[in-house]
């Protein structure tokens, strides 16, 4: 399995003059620290990889160990182009990726890891809230259907920690080949769901806190949070 880490935004929405995963949380960490601590306690840190764009010599900088993907065209381009870049790298392996934005509690991956090693795909969905400005999914038969911001009736929000097998990962590349430039990731999966019938599971971390930063009052909850 790798690891992916899609970090190449300007983030405007918070407003810093530096990217986004490198915001100071008060635990004395930033978020990709954070991350990287929570990630390379469960798995190799050398399968770590990182979508870099905006300032990306500051992410580097800080994080030297790392292995660097980068997005050249970051300020054009949503993560659907992104996170293809990573997958097309890993076209035969099972990808475990994040958005670089969200702030987990590390407990949360021994959840996930049952179907890690089972090598289902799945989105981690927290249950407990839909909020209209967040990913939310629905489901037909068990599994994931639609997956998007304008889903309307939503069982829950899509918290930015995703899987792909490697039975999968070819089909959902040929899917976000076929996005938009400035469509998220999750629309390759709903087109691989609708076109190539493939199966993603919702995974329920709501037992643990996990939240995506994009404003300042989101920052402020995160802080409380941890």
């Given at each position: 399995m790798k690891i992916v880490i899609l970090a190449a935004g300007i983030g405007s929405r918070l407003g810093n003059p530096f990217p986004k995963p490198l915001t100071p949380l008060k635990n004395g960490k930033s978020i990709m620290e954070t991350q990287i601590d929570n990630i390379s306690s469960k798995y190799d840190i050398d399968d770590i990889n990182v979508v870099i764009g905006f300032k990306k010599d500051l992410i580097m900088e800080r994080f030297p160990e790392l292995t660097y993907i980068y997005n050249p065209f970051f300020d054009q381009t949503n993560t659907s182009k992104s996170l293809v870049r990573a997958l097309k790298k890993y076209r035969r392996n099972s990808v475990l990726w994040f958005n670089g934005d969200v702030v987990f509690d590390g407990k949360l991956l021994d959840i996930l890891n049952p179907h890690i090693e089972s090598n289902t795909s799945f989105v981690a969905v927290n249950t407990s809230k839909v909020a209209d400005e967040e990913v939310k999914y629905t489901l037909k038969d068990g599994f994931i259907d639609e997956l998007s911001k304008t889903v309307k009736n939503g069982l829950g929000e899509a918290v930015g920690i995703n899987f792909i097998s490697s039975n999968d990962i070819q089909a959902f590349i040929n899917r976000l080949e076929e996005c938009d430039v400035n469509d998220y990731f999750e629309r390759g999966l709903?087109?691989?769901?609708?076109?190539?019938?493939?199966?993603?599971?919702?995974?329920?971390?709501?037992?643990?806190?996990?939240?995506?930063?994009?404003?300042?009052?989101?920052?402020?909850?995160?802080?409380?949070?941890f």
């Open positions: 709903e087109l691989a769901i609708e076109k190539d019938n493939i199966k993603i599971q919702a995974v329920d971390i709501s037992k643990y806190n996990c939240m995506e930063i994009d404003f300042v009052e989101d920052l402020e909850n995160v802080n409380k949070l």
